[in-house]
């Protein structure tokens, strides 16, 4: 009897489909990052350190220097990852040809060639305004600045990102989502906090003034809880964008690497979906702070898919890649993090949350504990493997080679 067979035998036992998850799984989107091939650099004219307290550390060899190895690079980290995905660009990754094009200049045609490329393999694309990187983010403050004339400019870049979102989900003929995060805070104590929060209400507002045309774009509200440089207070905290998705009936981006180490983004699902209609996630993982470190298949992850799963939040939810690591093969970082994305989601839908639920409903709490950590050393692998190979992806480890063959032949001529 071949691993799968026995493994689907067992999970069956526990009344659960193992080909009813895999057929779930192979229907869950997730949104790869473009900016994990680049270090967070962008392809406008003068570019360096992404500033706004993003921090990518490591100079492995390697990294892509134009938009045509962006794009070779996320091929061949697609052709290594199951299941359908998408590609997550931010405004600073547009064709700008050489040219220089000002953030409140950009406009859907610097991304006609993504769209091309992305027809051709066949997969769509979301979008996000670039708020970090600029002189005009220098002081630390972007849609929150003071300074009206500085506002101006990223509230007109962020309206022009919302048509570019318009244009690639017409395009695409499916809704892009286009995420907001902004790098706003102070290194120190700020005794103007309301100042800060009313002026970014009132930008927010402005950028989403027009109606995009239905069915084209949503918009998405990132919330952050601290970061280098503004440790002592970021404008656009969680419960400023919590407030705001409610009342704007916008997306609330969870980055699970953007709160309190031991607050668990898993238990906010069930929570905020009761006041939000569709949520966007960026995994991540964290390491003492947000880190951006490459997604593994760990507790917080795990937990967060299976929040997903119980409470039903897959069809409200769309799921993005948020983490950037130098110091390793990127591409190599790329694919152990997707796949480790889609480990957690694939274990979160072998669970027989029926059973345990009748056995919470019950009051059998001893049996609940038993069953779900019975649940951890099922063979889980086996029908990983077996999804790998039914979507002609290489199962297990199977796939490193595939990483360490590309380093030699294309990395490493990249000096
Ligand atoms: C920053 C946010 C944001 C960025 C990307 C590059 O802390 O997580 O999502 O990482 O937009
Ligand atoms: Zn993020």
């Known amino acids: 009897m071949s691993n799968y067979k026995s493994a689907s035998e067992r999970y069956a036992a526990l009344g659960v489909d193992t080909s009813a998850a895999m057929k779930k799984l192979a229907e869950i989107p997730i949104s790869l990052h473009c900016w994990q091939t680049d270090d967070v650099g962008g392809f406008e004219t003068s570019h360096g350190d992404p500033g706004g307290g993003l921090a990518v550390t490591g100079n492995f060899p390697g990294k892509a220097r134009s938009l045509g190895e962006v794009r070779q690079d996320l091929e061949k980290a697609m052709s290594l990852i199951p299941g359908k995905l998408r590609v997550n660009l931010h405004a600073n990754y547009g064709d700008f040809e050489g040219k220089r094009v000002d953030r409140d200049q950009v406009e859907p045609a610097h991304f006609a060639s993504w769209v091309e490329w992305a027809g051709q393999q066949a997969i769509s694309l979301d979008f996000n305004s670039t708020f970090f990187a600029h ?162 298949f760990n507790d917080p992850l795990k937990d967060l898919a299976l929040e997903l799963v119980r409470s039903g939040a897959l069809g409200k939810s769309a799921l993005a890649l948020d983490f950037f690591d130098a110091s390793i093969n990127r591409i190599g970082a790329y694919v152990t993090g997707t796949r480790a994305a889609q480990k957690a989601l694939l274990y979160a839908l072998l669970e027989p949350t029926g059973m345990l639920r009748q056995l919470e409903q019950e009051g059998r709490l001893f049996e609940r504990l038993a069953l779900l950590e019975e649940m951890k050393t099922m063979p889980f692998g086996d029908v990983w493997d077996q999804y790998c190979e039914m979507q002609n992806v290489p199962p297990a480890d199977k796939w490193i080679a595939g990483v360490m063959q590309y380093e030699k032949e294309i990395l490493a001529t990249r000096y």
Request: net charge negative; glycine share 8%.
């Open 135 to 296: 002189p005009r983010a220098d002081s630390g403050f972007t849609l929150s600045n003071t300074d009206r004339g500085i506002r101006d400019f990223w509230v007109e870049h962020s309206k022009r990102c919302r048509e570019i979102s318009a244009f690639l989900g017409a395009r695409q003929g499916n809704t892009c989502v286009h995420n907001v995060w902004i790098p706003d805070g102070s290194k120190d104590e700020t005794v103007n906090r309301l100042l800060h929060r009313q002026l970014l209400e009132e930008s927010l507002d402005r950028i989403f003034e027009k109606e995009m045309p239905a069915g084209t774009m949503t918009d998405a509200v990132e919330s952050k809880l601290f970061g280098i440089g503004s440790e002592s207070f970021v404008v656009g905290s969680f419960e400023f964008y919590l407030g705001y998705a409610i009342t704007r009936k916008k997306m609330l981006c969870l980055d699970m690497g953007h709160f309190h180490p031991t607050e668990s983004v898993a238990d906010k699902v069930s929570a905020v979906l009761l006041y939000l209609d569709r949520l966007l996630f960026h995994f991540s993982r964290g390491i003492r702070w947000d880190s951006d470190h490459v997604l593994t």
